[in-house]
């Protein structure tokens, strides 16, 4: 309730028009330096906050009063009072951090760090950074499995999952994939374990018990030239039933059957289609296009485009405040 | 671990060793080569190019395969020589040769790579990172020999593209005096004819003044036809080429060596990624990358793609992985990159850049081939006398 009544207060002596019980979502402009404000009520801006230089994965803290971002460009995570929306604090990240991930636990923040070959863990609250990982070229993918046990990194040149025990912040497992491998998305309760591969063209489905690859999928786009076929950001429904593979360049989003890998359909949005939210019914689904600039809305239950929305230049990352 | 330093108050750290993939351990050897004649004097000297160009490169592909290496327990080593004739170049490859050395990455001539192959035995894997002679990819081909540098046909055939697409069809084309000129300018000729453009008017360079007195006067008479909607420039050593933009008879562009020019790689190259190995290069070697640093580069990450995947570094193996449906490398352009089977050339989109900007990338929609548009940039199979995969 209390960020409910802030947020109302804060929209009333702004003079925003907009209904104060609409989620909200966050954008990361990458070539704006800005983060854009979405209510997903009316599916409009409205906000555009100042940010640092070239900011990509942005995230929630668990109470989602804060939104992490990585200002790449500037070497540092920045930290966004969703209250005031003013940055508030910054963390150390290592050099060029592109991608993040928090732990259940709200304290430990595993940052891919690109120019330096290494995983940073920082905590969010004493700022002392845990660890430093030594991973492949380019990390880039970074995901903690819900129940907490593995922190997952790709790493783009390298092209492989190196799977870090968050206990012990050791690598246990190197998984090689397809080339480039963009991203991780863990099912729920954290039996499987979704990596797509940007150049391969493929998504790697993981038996988290076992560590072993259990399926390889790969994506044909009608009419769509198959090189420009290249997944990066995926997104699960809770419920078991969709995976959701954005596939960059070929500007379509492909919905998978979370439980036969069976591609169902292929979405047309945005151009260069980059990272995807569910809204906090998940009825709508959030994508960012880079290069059109602009955020498509998937209706999940029609499977269908209904929105595009204009945003900064080359927007990145979107995460949308279930709670706001 | 500028963090390190960075942020003072960090207490608790602990850099954790890579757990290896395997426990055998494996050490690829590659030799690089490089032996690149000197150009002669150059009217435009202003910038000078970089004399460790293409090496650098090669150092950093080393430095990205033993990260990926490590893992695996596979480490990688670089034998590089820089000489200064082509006597140099074949005695360096047979002392490397002499001493087991299979996988080579050359950066010189045609004529010196030639020379090589000759000496190369069967168990020896080539990778030609400087040479653009189109002769190299159309009937001089050789089993074990690839390309990662493009050639000039492909350089050539991007342009043509984007001039067509622009729908700048007619051009002035001018010449440079040497070899290298003559073998950009014909590649161009046939990028015309493909591609739909007119050559209006076709002049060699011929001039001998000091132009930076007196590009201003020289070039508006050199340039004079009754109409084009380009200058065309093949001056590939960069002697006249800088001082005909904005010096042309008719307020035209100039494109080709110089002005807007097609190029394997430059530093404003950012996209797919591209501004991680910028940064790392520039880590590396205090300069930007250029294109004969990517194709050293490109030449060892294939290898380091194909060693990840076999766990050999057998120059055979490496070979037929190269050329088989499992081989992508992932290098920076947007597109997975593979090799041509036809003359071992590998296919890749080329930028249109000039100085400060990245104005396009080829090929083109529109441009259709029936395999890869990236076929459409350089010579296609029914194009090429080479059979190297039989």
């Known amino acids: 309730m209390t960020s409910l009544f802030k947020h109302t207060a804060l929209a009333a002596m702004i003079g925003l028009s907009t209904p104060a019980l609409a989620s909200l979502a966050y954008v990361s402009n990458e070539k704006d ?22 900011p990509r994965g942005i995230l929630l803290s668990k109470d989602h009063t804060k939104l992490y ?59 002392d950074v845990l660890a430093q990982i030594d991973v492949g070229i380019e990390p880039e993918g970074m995901a903690v499995s819900p129940d907490g046990k593995w922190a997952v990194n790709t790493s783009e040149t390298t092209s ?20 480039r491998p963009r991203h991780v998305e863990f099912s729920k309760d954290s039996k499987i374990a979704w990596a797509s591969a940007e150049i391969g063209g493929t998504v790697h489905i993981i038996d988290v018990d076992n560590l072993e690859q259990i399926h390889e999928m790969s994506f044909k786009v009608p009419g769509v030239n198959q090189d420009r076929v290249q997944p990066v950001g995926i997104e699960l429904t809770s419920d078991g039933k969709y995976a959701f593979v954005a596939l960059g360049p070929s500007n379509h989003v492909a919905v998978v059957d979370a439980q036969t890998y069976e591609v169902l359909e292929y979405l047309l949005v945005g151009s260069r289609v980059w990272q995807l939210d569910l809204d906090k019914d998940e009825k709508h689904l959030y994508t960012t296009n880079g290069v059109s600039g602009d955020v498509s809305v998937i209706d999940v239950e029609d499977l269908k485009v209904i929105k595009s929305i204009k945003v900064g230049r080359y927007p990145w990352g979107v995460v949308i405040d279930p709670t706001s | 671990m500028s963090l390190l330093s960075r942020s003072a108050a960090a207490i608790l750290i602990t850099v954790v060793g890579a757990a290896p993939l395997q ?75 002499q001493n087991g050395m299979e996988l080579f990455v050359v950066n010189a001539p045609a004529q010196t790579l030639k020379t090589l192959m000759d000496k190369a035995g069967d ?26 540098m493009p050639s000039y046909a492909m350089l050539t055939d991007a342009l043509g ?43 060699p360079w011929t001039f001998d003044a000091d132009l930076r007195r007196t590009a201003s006067k020289e070039l508006p008479l050199f340039t004079q036809a009754s109409d084009y909607d380009a200058v065309v420039v093949a001056d590939v050593r960069g002697d006249f080429g800088e001082y005909v933009p904005f010096n042309t008879w008719l307020p035209r562009p100039v494109v080709g060596t110089q002005g807007m020019s097609p190029a394997t790689w430059h530093r404003v190259v950012e996209s797919w990624g591209a501004a991680q190995l910028q940064n790392r290069f520039r880590d590396l070697a205090d300069r930007d990358m250029n294109s004969e640093d990517y ?18 570094a057998n ?71 080479c059979r190297i995969n039989g």
């Open chain 2, 295 to 312: 194709t050293a580069w490109a030449a060892i990450r294939s290898i380091g793609t194909a060693v990840t995947d076999l766990g050999t």
């Open chain 1, 33 to 54: 330096d800005t983060i854009s404000i979405i209510d997903t009520e009316t599916r409009a801006v409205v906000e555009t906050i100042d940010v640092g230089q070239r």
């Open chain 1, 69 to 127: 971002i990585c200002a790449s460009d500037d070497d540092t995570v920045q930290v966004l009072d969703l209250a005031t929306r003013k940055i508030v604090d910054t963390l150390p990240s290592g050099e060029d951090p592109e991608q993040f991930s928090l732990h259940p636990n709200n304290k430990h923040l595993y940052i891919a760090n690109e120019d330096d070959a290494i995983v940073t863990v920082v905590d969010v609250d004493t700022k």
């Open chain 1, 160 to 179: 492989m999952l190196h799977w870090i025990n968050t206990d012990t912040f050791e690598i246990e497992k190197n998984i090689v994939v397809g080339q």
């Open chain 2, 23 to 97: 426990a055998e351990s494996l050490d690829v050897q590659i030799g690089y080569l490089q032996w690149v004649p000197d150009q002669g004097p150059v009217l435009s000297n202003v910038i000078p190019e970089p004399e460790d160009a293409g090496l650098r490169g090669a150092e950093l592909a080393i430095a990205d395969n033993s990260t990926t290496g490590k893992f695996l327990g596979q480490t990688y080593s670089l034998q590089s020589k820089v000489v200064d004739s082509e006597e140099a170049a074949v005695a360096a490859f047979e002392a490397m040769h």
């Open chain 2, 315 to 385: 120059p055979g193996e490496i070979r037929d992985f190269l050329f088989s449906e499992k081989f992508q490398l992932a290098a920076f352009k947007g597109r997975k990159l593979t090799f041509r089977d036809w003359n071992g050339q590998l296919r890749q989109p080329i930028p249109l850049v000039h100085p400060r900007g990245l104005v396009a990338r080829a090929p083109f929609e529109g441009f259709l081939h029936p395999n890869t548009e990236m076929d459409t940039l350089g010579f296609d199979k029914p194009e090429s006398e």
């Open chain 2, 161 to 203: 593209q984007w001039l067509n697409q622009r729908r700048w069809n007619e051009v002035f084309l001018i010449t440079g005096p040497t070899e290298a000129d003559k073998g950009w300018a014909d590649a161009f000729r046939r990028s015309a004819k493909r591609f739909g453009l007119e050559i209006v008017e076709d002049k």
């Open chain 2, 123 to 148: 168990n020896t894997l080539v990778f030609n990172a400087g040479a653009k002679d189109n002769a190299l990819r159309t009937g001089q081909c050789h089993s074990n020999l690839l390309h990662t």
